[in-house]
């Protein structure tokens, strides 16, 4: 029973302070804080924690990076309403948001029986495309079945045969450097945007915590030499051996599965203590 208040500019609002330079988080619902007040999103708490930067929230609840950079092209009041003119931009990255990038076929549990075991239908998603040119720079967006016609075809025929349901499994099998690129080209197409209107110096990808799959390390391997940085949240004080000190039903909205307060106060306690430090030096 929370109220949701967006100001302006379109952003959710957030605690405010007069600090030198800005951080503008970008991300789904967890950046967004379903299910949280105004006041204990993650960037409100940022804000809170952080002795040099005033956060701005641009999360957008079941949003992914591809989805985030047009709306930052595409609704101009976006842009303004950022008075600090330096800072940084961060974009908080789930596992599940490299799926929401592409169009993957998720199989769905049951929601009887047994939900784990026996799945019933399968979701070809359709998700917005980011063309780049030859250069790696912004051209256009469409729908991904009018980019890969032939593609979406074949996960569409997939998705009503049992094949995969049998062996219990979704499409694409396996993230290959190509989807790595992707993501790549699309925050450093972000940055650029950033850079242009507030002033943005540095964009940090930063990983949550719980990653079920070696994703993580591949993540940060790819990015290594990239002009967007990394942020491992497990390897800034928040890694599972802290998260187990607290209560799961503390951490997590009961019968929701989203972040509690609490879970976001200790992430913003850590996060603003790196992203400080990165600022010094």
């Known amino acids: 029973n929370v109220q949701y208040d967006i100001d302006a500019n379109s952003r959710r609002k957030t605690l405010s302070r007069d600090r030198e330079k800005h951080i503008l988080f970008f991300g789904g619902s967890f950046t967004f804080g379903e299910g949280v007040s105004n006041y204990e999103s993650l960037p409100s708490r940022f804000t809170y ?7 701005y ?14 709306n930052f092209k595409k609704y101009k009041n976006l842009r303004y309403g950022v008075k600090e003119k330096k ?19 998720n199989l769905i549990p049951r ?9 019933y239908k399968n979701i ?23 980019v890969y016609p032939a593609s979406h075809f074949v996960k569409s025929v997939l998705s009503y045969s049992s094949i995969l349901r049998y062996f219990k499994v979704s499409l694409p099998l396996y993230w290959n450097t190509s989807h790595f690129q992707y993501l790549e080209n699309i925050m450093l197409s972000l940055h650029i945007e950033t850079s242009k209107y507030f002033g943005t110096e540095t964009t940090y990808l930063v990983l949550a915590r719980y990653f079920s799959t070696d994703l993580r390390d591949r993540i ?3 990015f290594k030499n990239s002009p967007i940085k990394i ?3 497990n390897e800034i004080g928040f890694s599972s051996e802290d998260h187990e000190k607290y209560d799961w039903r503390k951490l997590y909205i009961e019968g929701d599965g989203h972040p509690s307060a609490l879970y976001y106060e200790l992430v913003a306690k850590v996060l603003a203590r790196e992203i400080d430090k990165r600022s010094i030096d």
């Not at 924690?49 to 956060?55: E, L, R, T, V, W």
């Not at 929230?57 to 047009?70: D, E, S």
């Open 49 to 55: 924690y952080s002795k040099k930067y005033q956060a």
């Open 231 to 233: 942020i491992d949240i």
């Open 220 to 222: 940060k391997k790819f």
């Open 87 to 105: 800072g940084v931009a961060v974009y908080l990255f789930q596992e599940f948001h490299f799926k929401r990038l592409i169009s993957y076929i």
């Open 57 to 70: 929230n641009f999360g957008v609840q079941g949003a992914a990076i591809n989805n985030l950079l047009i």
């Open 124 to 146: 070809v998603t359709n998700p917005l495309t980011i063309i780049f040119d030859e250069k790696k720079n912004f051209y256009k967006s469409l729908p991904y079945k009018e």
């Open 111 to 119: 929601k009887d029986g047994h939900p784990n075991k026996q799945m």
